[in-house]
């Protein structure tokens, strides 16, 4: 069987369950930007240099594929695997954990002064997106369900990611926080 279908050609596609909808559909963009996510997530992971953070991301790649079959489900499809609340509190524990290390939080951020942290950084913003997508998704009024645990799992999942990229900076030496908070140095006379 070929990947290549040709069932999409016309902008259609399928979700859990066989429905047909338009590529264009929120819930298509939902779990897309999951998709998405998950491939930047697996590049993070590939240059990551701490075996505990690259193993943490493995283990939720792998739950992204309950997320994103979440929101492919039409409300009346029961049979799909659903996010639960365990899967929530995971990735809170590894949140609590993190921001435990001394020296973790501070001020903002400005991405880029150590690649594997960049590369968490890039993943964070698209999860933020995927989030964005999700709750579009669920005020649409269009009478689609998304499921209150999805939501909770990919906020969660973007602090998560945050701390990734400071746990990483940490360890490299590195510091790309902004001094003050409010954007520091950026009023310099170019």
Known sequence: MSIATKKGDAG???LVGGKRVSKGDPRVE???ALDELGSVMGF???ICRDPKVAE???AIQKELFTVSASLASPEDDKKTNRVTKEMVDGLTRQVEEIEAV???LGDWVLPGED????AYDVARTV???AERAAVRLS???SGECVDPLAVSYINRLSDLLWLFGRLIEKEAGVDGRLRGGKGAGWTRAW
């Open 115 to 118: 690649t594997v942290a960049a």
């Open 30 to 32: 939902a779990y897309g």
């Open 139 to 141: 005020d649409s009024g």
């Open 44 to 46: 993070a992971r590939s």
């Open 127 to 129: 999860c933020r997106r």
């Open 12 to 14: 259609q596609t399928s």
């Open 102 to 104: 001394e020296g973790i």
């Open 56 to 58: 943490a991301t493995k």
